[in-house]
């Protein structure tokens, strides 16, 4: 993976040969949106839901979708076939494009596409098995966080803070509320029910809501989309987070004090469980 194939609008090249604008306003202003797409033995996990939420992103922040339904799937398949190992994931992120500097939208301008495939690192085996940590902190991003914007200085803050601390995630609040952790959705656990935060513009729907939802039901376990208090949190039996890199993994502490009896709970060994098979079932 020193120098890996890559996509830039339209070919592909070796990751040295590709070279973007420094006027391309995903590098002035972040103005872009991007995808993470987890394949497992060669077939990735949910493109439709992922496809889905590139198209939502792009619409959100008007800018012109460059490829068909189909055309995106192709690119998908062509940058995971330049990955050998297994797990990997595909990214694929589309900016405005290049224009004089200013803020305004340019006219007339073509979006860049880059995508790349890199080996999946999953959470070890300690983690799965003993969960992490995580802190929390008051939400002070901006309120499109439904919008999987490439503008990502406030999670790259709470994710700094998180390894500061020494832990996995920081976990966040706005005005008493749940949101979401830096780059992860969460799950608060309660006498075997479990409830997330709805799926509004203070956070952004991870495509493993969906299937942390469905393997829920899979499993028998009661799910509420609701409101959730800091309180909640706080007194959760489990905590969990989902991501495209993490999959599931329970936290245990939360500020230093265990969550529930600070191991890995029953409802997380059952979703766990039933992600792994679906990710087999591909």
Not at 142 to 147: F, K, Q, S, V, Y
């Given at each position: 993976?020193?120098n890996?194939?890559?996509?830039?609008?339209?070919?592909?090249?070796?990751l040295?040969?590709?070279?973007?604008?420094?006027?391309?306003?995903?590098?002035?202003?972040g103005?872009?949106?991007?995808?993470?797409?987890?394949?497992?033995?060669?077939?990735?996990?949910?493109?439709?839901?992922?496809?889905?939420?590139?198209?939502?992103?792009?619409?959100e922040?008007?800018?012109?979708?460059?490829?068909?339904?189909?055309?995106?799937?192709?690119?998908?398949?062509?940058?995971?076939?330049?990955?050998?190992?297994?797990?990997?994931?595909?990214?694929?992120?589309?900016?405005?494009?290049?224009?004089?500097?200013?803020?305004?939208?340019?006219?007339?301008?073509?979006?860049?596409?880059?995508?790349?495939?890199?080996?999946?690192?999953?959470?070890?085996?300690?983690?799965?098995?003993?969960?992490?940590?995580?802190?929390?902190h008051?939400?002070?991003?901006?309120?499109?966080?439904?919008?999987?914007?490439?503008?990502?200085?406030?999670?790259?803050?709470?994710a700094?803070?998180?390894?500061?601390?020494?832990?996995?995630?920081?976990?966040?609040?706005?005005?008493?509320?749940?949101?979401?952790?830096?780059?992860?959705?969460?799950?608060?656990?309660?006498?075997?029910?479990?409830?997330?935060?709805?799926?509004?513009?203070?956070?952004?729907?991870?495509?493993?809501?969906?299937?942390?939802?469905?393997?829920?039901?899979?499993?028998?376990?009661?799910?509420?989309e609701?409101?959730v208090?800091?309180?909640?949190?706080?007194?959760?039996?489990?905590?969990?987070?989902?991501?495209?890199?993490?999959?599931?993994?329970?936290?245990?502490?939360?500020?230093?004090?265990?969550?529930?009896?600070?191991?890995?709970?029953?409802?997380?060994?059952?979703?766990?469980?039933?992600?792994?098979?679906?990710?087999?079932?591909?």
């Open positions: 993976m020193n890996p194939t890559v996509w830039l609008n339209g070919e592909l090249i070796p040295s040969d590709a070279k973007i604008s420094v006027l391309d306003r995903g590098f002035l202003f103005d872009g949106i991007y995808e993470v797409v987890p394949v497992y033995h060669g077939k990735p996990f949910r493109l439709a839901q992922h496809l889905d939420r590139l198209e939502r992103s792009l619409a922040i008007r800018i012109a979708n460059p490829y068909t339904r189909a055309e995106w799937e192709a690119l998908f398949a062509r940058l995971s076939a330049t990955c050998a190992a297994d797990p990997h994931s595909v990214y694929v992120q589309v900016t405005r494009g290049v224009a004089p500097r200013q803020h305004t939208f340019p006219k007339d301008v073509t979006p860049t596409v880059f995508g790349i495939a890199t080996p999946l690192a999953l959470p070890s085996r300690e983690k799965v098995e003993q969960g992490v940590g995580a802190v929390t008051e939400d002070r991003r901006w309120l499109n966080c439904h919008i999987k914007s490439t503008s990502l200085l406030g999670n790259v803050l709470m700094q803070y998180a390894a500061d601390h020494d832990v996995q995630e920081t976990i966040q609040f706005r005005d008493a509320m749940l949101t979401e952790a830096s780059s992860s959705n969460v799950w608060v656990v309660k006498h075997g029910a479990m409830a997330a935060p709805q799926r509004d513009n203070r956070i952004l729907e991870g495509i493993r809501y969906g299937a942390l939802e469905a393997l829920a039901r899979e499993c028998g376990i009661p799910f509420e609701r409101a208090s800091e309180a909640e949190v706080r007194d959760a039996d489990e905590l969990l987070i989902t991501s495209a890199t993490k999959e599931v993994l329970a936290v245990v502490t939360l500020d230093g004090k265990p969550v529930g009896d600070g191991k890995p709970g029953p409802v997380f060994r059952a979703l766990y469980a039933a992600y792994q098979r679906a990710k087999e079932a591909l």
